[in-house]
DNA sequence: TAAACACCTAGCCAAATGGCTAGGTGGGCG
DNA sequence: CGCCCACCTAGCCATTTGGCTAGGTGTTTA
């Protein structure tokens, strides 16, 4: 079951299903303490949770998560310079502790994020900006059910993306973010394809690759939905 | 004086000099629940200080400033669509409340957005990933005795910018933001001309001007400087 | 083994861009 | 009153770009 949390869809969550003695384990991972704090906070008090661990680094994660077993891991993709990191985390996560649900909470919206984190085994991913205090623990008991959840704003996102394009997993190789992030610098074709050690035509090759899969058609645009996306 | 939060500085930062009974009263604008009841929890478990108002739009923020006059005005300038907007409402608690000292509690970190929230009333500025829990209150306490600060990272860089440029404090203006969103959607000079009613040359002028205010010398690298800020 | 994928290269051409000079207007302020 | 500033326009020209077609390699995977 797939739960969506626009508007008022909340009313459709059944409270109480659950043995009320077992208390959800949360670890919560992510680099600002203020929101470790604020998570610690809503989900202790109201949700009568516990938050067993806290990570802020990659590393950090998967020891937590080895050592707690937590029945739910809060996470941040964005633990450092690299979100794409994040979403690896979120694949190995799922790989080896399966007991472990994931709830993505993330800073920025972006579809291509949403898809990819799912697809690589997140239950779930909410926004911070979007979501409503009682929502959080909600969602964590949802995820600990099995079932998915979507945030609020989330859900039609990914709604609307799945009805426009076919594949839309199309992720970005690494080779076409080394690029992006040379374009993001100012760099000129022939600049970058100095700088990485390829022909100016293969950089082109990269650029028009990567404009495909974000659906841009200039390369400021394609700067602006990496950004967006946290990629940069 | 001017606090750097820089390395293990803290310990300069004289506590108990003010009178133990006198509780801070602080309010908390942020559109973030999480980081709302994290702020609180810090504030108010370690630090003895009451947040006594919340606001998540641009509009509560004054009207919670009027309210309750708080000593300290914790704001995340990115309060909706626009920080720009968030830059204006700085200069205007500063100027109609005096008595409300205001200390910016950032996402992200930008020389040019630290400069102008200093230069439009903003008594500190510190960014959330970067802040540990102590010094947020420790924060608080030194802008309510009239101190300016600069929490972690903020310094250092705010002192790189003023050493390389002479001005710095060159901002954008309107016309120029309007002209880099529609880069930044990947529009040519020509579209955008139309889109905002001007000439093609005004479009290219407009650029021109953005490019060197932000030491940029292509388009791409407009929108990720701007992009970074936080400005589209 | 064949397919799929990331990666690399070449060339073509119209269109867009960057970098400049050289003007113009109206509003605000000392 | 000048002066600065945001704003607007024009033209020039070398360079960059977007979009295309048409190849190549090596690795992984069904």
């Not at 994020?113 to 969602?139: F, P, S, T």
């Not at 799945?162 to 973010?177: C, K, M, P, Q, Y």
């Amino acid at each position: 079951m797939v739960r969506f949390m626009d508007k008022d869809s909340r009313s459709d969550v059944p409270l109480g299903r659950r043995s009320p003695m077992a208390t959800t384990r949360v670890m919560v991972a992510d680099r600002n303490v203020i929101t470790r704090v604020g998570i610690r906070s809503i989900l202790e008090r109201n949700s009568g949770m516990a938050v067993v661990a806290e990570a802020t680094t990659y590393e950090a994660v998967i020891d937590g998560v080895d050592e707690h077993g937590p029945d739910v891991l809060i996470i941040d993709l964005d633990l450092g310079d690299d979100t794409t990191r994040g979403l690896k985390l979120c694949e190995e996560i799922a790989d080896r502790y399966p007991g472990t649900k994931i709830l993505v909470l993330a800073n920025t919206l972006s579809e291509m994020i949403v898809v990819e984190a799912l697809r690589r085994g997140a239950n779930g991913y909410m926004c911070k900006d979007e979501v409503k205090a009682d929502e959080l623990g909600k969602g964590v008991k949802a995820v600990q059910d099995g079932d998915t959840v979507l945030g609020r704003g989330v859900g039609s996102l990914v709604a609307r993306g799945l009805g426009s394009t076919r594949g839309v997993h199309e992720h970005l190789t690494d080779r076409e973010l080394d690029v992006i992030r040379a374009v993001a610098k100012g760099l000129s074709n022939k600049q970058i394809a100095h700088e990485i050690y390829v022909s100016e035509s293969t950089v082109k090759f990269h650029l028009q690759n990567a404009s495909k899969k974000l659906n841009a058609h200039r390369r400021a645009e394609i700067v602006h939905r990496a950004s967006a996306a946290g990629l940069l």
